[in-house]
């Protein structure tokens, strides 16, 4: 069965740092793109980084560019994504999602991913 469970979440302080993980089992991540997406209350689902596992390219959206960073632990079949300097924006429900295939452009639409996890709350406020 194939399954990716999100951690890390929590609340945090503005400026503060939080490391989400997302497990895969059932399948192997070598050759999906792994992203991450956000959903905050009211707000459609926003793509915030991938990883292509085939070759460790990572891209990222504007919103998040220099603050996230996405990596990969093949041999923990895990995904990582690396949260600084966090603002209040980002609060949201955060999920990772796995795709067999990589749409180039597209890689921050939802459509274009096979598996989902559960997600995991992030919380930034003082």
């Known amino acids: 069965q194939v399954q990716l469970v999100e951690s890390g979440g929590g609340l945090v302080q503005p400026g503060g740092s939080l490391r989400l993980s997302c497990a895969a089992s059932?399948?192997?991540?070598?050759?999906?793109?792994i992203g991450w997406f956000r959903q905050a209350p009211g707000k459609e689902r926003e793509g915030t980084s991938c990883i292509r596992t085939s070759d460790g390219s990572t891209y990222y959206s504007d919103s998040v560019r220099g603050r996230f960073t996405i990596s990969r632990d093949n041999a923990k079949n895990t995904v990582y994504l690396q949260m600084n300097s966090l603002k209040p924006e980002d609060t949201a429900v955060y999920y990772c999602?796995?795709?067999?295939?990589?749409?180039?452009?597209?890689?921050?639409?939802?459509?274009?991913?096979?598996?989902w996890g559960q997600g995991t709350q992030v919380a930034v406020s003082s």
């Open positions: 999602a796995a795709a067999k295939y990589w749409y180039g452009t597209m890689w921050n639409a939802p459509g274009t991913y096979d598996h």
């Open positions: 059932g399948f192997t991540l070598t050759g999906y793109t």
